[in-house]
């Protein structure tokens, strides 16, 4: 058997396949499935969904280890091997047997028939992730003087903003649900049901895409005894921290449109509401629209290859469905806080504003920095605070 056909029955592999057969805990629902990397860990809350699976395109990415492709490139990073031993590994024949063309068929042929099947799978939970989200931002209303977002926003350092909002001089496009009940999936000796675990009130952004589509949605709890304003609770099941700020339905390519204005040229995108209503706040300019990227993936997209086809993080697969600003964008402004991993993050908003130029011809795009360490909401709660 030459390398090629032993390549040709290993890609026939699927990597979520591969990822539950060596038990790795991987997310069972959506075409995106994700937890921590097997290799580099990704244990703490913040970096429990680094190492994720695309379903659909069959491929895997690994934001801490900064590595990914097809299950080819998944079992050489994860095991060490070379890509003769991933081969062998992978298909469990060695490079030396011969080929045997009916059963090379037959494997492809069930391969295919799962991919088939996983594809379908894919799409009807990414649909209805996207029916639960249109739902829930349906259920929310204007933030009412004086209500759960309002505190929030003033909670942390936004006050000025919702003082303009409350005088009707800006519309903010964020919705808000007094009460909402959150539930999980919660277990009773060999029972599992899905139960009320907390009511509490919650902000509410719409990520839309490039035709004004809200097809995914934004949720952040709020509980405003806390300092940051965001609700603390435990999981039931594991005793952990639940996420205070999650999102539901398709948000690739979309964005949060926190407030554009009339005739708009310039576009400023933080990666948080947050951050990027600091900046409207505290450096207003006129004709520009300030909207929120959701998160860094989605603003910069995958990594492409440089002429010589070496892959390079600061380069964008042009290819790719990430986030590409509106044809009225003259200027592009990428907000970039520093309270991350800043060789990570300099290389994803330099590939940001490469993407953007690059589908976008005219276009400049540039980066604004926090102070070292901070992210731009940070800064504005602590100088209030001094």
Known sequence: MNLDSLKHEAQNTSCIDWATGQGWKIGARGNDRSGPCPKCGGHEKKDANRFAINLSKNIWV???????????????HMEDLDFKSALERITGRKAAEPVDPAHAAELQKQAEERRRTQVEFAERERQKQI????????MARPPKPGGPVEQYLRQRGLGKLADTIAAGKFKIHLGEVERFERRCQVKNGHKVSWEVIDTCPMMVGA????????????????????????RQLDDPNTGQVLASKIMRGSKKGGAIWLYTPANPKRLV????????LTALQEAYQPHTAYWCGVDLGNMAGATGVDAGGTRRHDIPD?????????????????????????AKTEKQLIRCGRRAMALRPGLKARIADALPGKDFN?????????
Request: aromatic share 4%.
């Open 62 to 76: 690994c934001r801490g280890c900064e590595k990914g492709g097809d299950v080819i490139a998944l079992v050489m």
């Open 131 to 138: 029916r639960a989200a249109k739902s829930i931002i349906a």
């Open 207 to 230: 990520i839309v895409q490039a035709n004004g589509a809200p097809n995914a949605v934004h949720m952040t709890y709020i509980d405003v005894s806390q300092p940051k304003g965001k």
């Open 269 to 276: 995108m933080g990666e948080g509401i947050e951050t990027t």
């Open 318 to 342: 042009l290819e790719d469905d990430a986030f590409v600003p509106p044809e009225w964008c003259k200027e592009f402004v990428i907000l970039r806080d520093a309270d991350s991993d800043q």
């Open 378 to 386: 940070d800064m504005l709660v602590e100088g209030l605070d001094e």
